[in-house]
């Protein structure tokens, strides 16, 4: 069994949509764990069905912030639960587009070598 660390229910919010011009979409809920930060290797369920996810703790704006492997469409108004199990990453900060692409390609490829995919 995965490791747990931390598990969230909420509505999916509208964020700032900087995911997803740069191929990384991320469904936003709220949450309130002032312990919790930087990515996380997550499950995220939609419903009945469960998705593998990158999952950043946005402590800034308080917000889950998942990127579900293999998922297309909009979340926005449905209920999900994220679930956090292992932190591959500290949070970061950018100067530019091009930093915050390649650090979230780096962290998105450690929760794919997590998750053996």
């Not at 591959?88 to 900060?93: P, S």
């Amino acid at each position: 069994m995965k490791e747990f660390v931390y598990e969230q229910s909420g509505v999916v919010e509208k964020g700032m949509e900087l995911g997803k011009p740069i191929g990384f979409p991320t469904a936003n809920i709220h949450f309130d764990q002032p312990n919790i930060s930087g990515t996380y290797a997550g499950l995220v369920w939609v419903g009945e069905r469960e998705y593998r996810a990158a999952v950043y703790a946005n402590q800034g704006r308080q917000l889950l912030e998942a990127h579900l492997f293999g998922f297309s469409g909009d979340l926005y108004g449905e209920e999900i639960r994220i679930t956090l199990l292992a932190k591959v990453a500290e949070a970061a900060e950018f100067t530019s587009e091009t930093d915050a692409r390649e650090f979230i390609t780096q962290v998105v490829q450690k929760v794919k070598d997590y998750f053996q995919i």
